[in-house]
């Protein structure tokens, strides 16, 4: 059964940095592009971030960009993102994914997701 | 503002045929396939429409889709209490080299 278990969410006051992690298993996870895609509270869905599935291509929304890292470590079957300088608009809920957008096939699996709170 | 437009809500009654409309440019939709996810409450999106048409397995075949130059559309016939819920549309984007997805539409099933 494929799983993808992010964790590391939780409470952080603006300027802060937080590190989410993303174990993924029952799938062979060095062969998959993976993404952040992240919610805020009654928004929709906002991509965040891509790495290919060797690590080599990394991209960033605009919003992200300069704040965030994202790595994997495929022999840990893990995927990371650090989180620095967080402001308020950071506020929500972090998917980890492969979505179908990369796959081109229905080979599509979310986490449950975490929950980043950015407040003072 | 997202790249790929829905409208913000939707409604229809059981046994109605409701679409969903995304409208995109040519960086996205106009050059890439489309796909459609269905999200309820304090879940995670689930996929419903792959490669512009294409239903995974286990999705009904009350949900369809198609798309034609920069626009796609999301089709639920036969409507259910259990369809009320948000449906978003998503690509590639060549110009932000990222995914995009649509805003969201709300359906509601009166």
């Known amino acids: 059964e494929v799983q993808l278990v992010e964790s590391g969410g939780g409470w952080v006051q603006p300027g802060g940095s937080l590190r989410l992690s993303c174990a993924a298993s029952?799938?062979?996870?060095?062969?998959?592009?993976m993404n952040w895609v992240r919610q805020a509270p009654g928004k929709g869905l906002e991509w965040v971030s891509y790495?290919?599935?060797?690590?080599?291509?990394?991209y960033y929304a605009d919003s992200v960009r300069g704040r965030f890292s994202i790595s994997r470590d495929n022999a840990k079957s893990s995927l990371d993102l650090q989180m620095n300088s967080l402001r308020a608009e950071d506020t929500a809920v972090y998917y980890c994914?492969?979505?179908?957008?990369?796959?081109?096939?229905?080979?599509?699996?979310w986490g449950q997701g975490t929950l980043v709170t950015v407040s003072s | 503002q997202s790249a790929l437009t829905q409208p913000p809500s939707a409604s229809g009654t059981p046994g109605q045929r409701v679409t969903i409309s995304c409208s995109g440019s040519?960086?996205?939709?106009?050059?890439?396939?489309v796909y459609w996810y269905q999200q309820l409450p304090g879940t995670a999106p689930k996929l419903l429409i792959y490669?512009?048409?294409q239903r995974p397995s286990g999705v009904p075949d009350r949900f369809s889709g198609s798309k034609s130059g920069t626009s796609a559309s999301l089709a639920i016939s036969g409507l259910r209490s259990e369809d009320e819920a948000d449906y978003y549309c998503?690509?590639?984007?060549?110009?932000?080299?990222?995914?995009?997805f649509g805003g969201g539409t709300k359906l509601t099933v009166l």
């Open positions: 998503a690509g590639w984007d060549n110009s932000l080299s990222g995914v995009v």
């Open positions: 040519s960086s996205n939709i106009g050059s890439h396939h």
């Open positions: 790495i290919s599935s060797s690590g080599n291509t990394i």
């Open positions: 490669r512009n048409d």
């Open positions: 994914a492969t979505p179908a957008i990369l796959t081109g096939t229905e080979f599509d699996y």
């Open positions: 029952g799938f062979t996870f060095s062969s998959y592009e």
